[in-house]
């Protein structure tokens, strides 16, 4: 059973019609299509909580755990430690348990909605992208040197294709 905990800390998200439950959808939708379908089954609780923030709440969040002074997107808060994720693989590091704590997303609004005008994307798509990186964050991606950002990206690509949501790292 895949557990999704949705809170939305600021009202600009209600701009979004039914905001709350197309995360909630979108998430269900992903996690199988990640390397965790390998862990799911039907006796296997997975939870992810997702935070709906605005660019102030994002900002201060930004500043305190990464020193970085600015709002951005989207922060992925894993439960698991990304090291031993690459070094044993997932499966492995999720353990025998039949609960997964996978972490925390947290996605702001105003730069959600302002990256997907000004790169001509619809926003729904956009913030799906957003989730899935968030996820693949989660589950020990990252795109700290070149192999591993083309290594996540392709697997973005490949992802969303299957939700036929065109690839977000083209320009349009």
């Known amino acids: 059973m895949i557990n999704i905990d949705i809170v939305t800390k600021s009202k600009k998200w209600q701009e979004e019609k039914s905001v709350e439950k197309f995360v909630e959808k979108t998430c269900k939708i992903l996690i199988p299509l990640t390397e965790l379908k390998k862990i799911l089954s039907k006796s296997f609780e997975l939870e992810l909580t997702v935070l709906l923030v605005c660019d102030l709440q994002i900002k201060k969040i930004n500043n305190q755990f990464r020193q970085k002074n600015k709002a951005t997107n ?5 439960a698991l ?35 997907s005008l000004a790169q001509k994307k619809r926003f729904r798509d956009h913030l799906t992208h957003l989730i899935l990186h968030s996820i693949l964050h989660l589950i020990g991606y990252d795109h700290e040197d070149e192999k591993m950002a083309n290594e996540m990206e392709a697997l973005e690509v490949k992802i969303l294709k299957k939700l036929k949501i065109p690839n977000p790292y083209q320009p349009i």
Do not use: M, Q
């Open 74 to 78: 989207v922060l992925s808060f894993p």
């Open 81 to 115: 430690e990304e090291n031993l994720i690459r070094k044993i693989g997932l499966k492995k590091a999720a353990g025998s348990s039949k609960y997964l704590l996978l972490g925390d997303i947290i996605i702001s609004y105003e730069t959600v909605k302002k990256e």
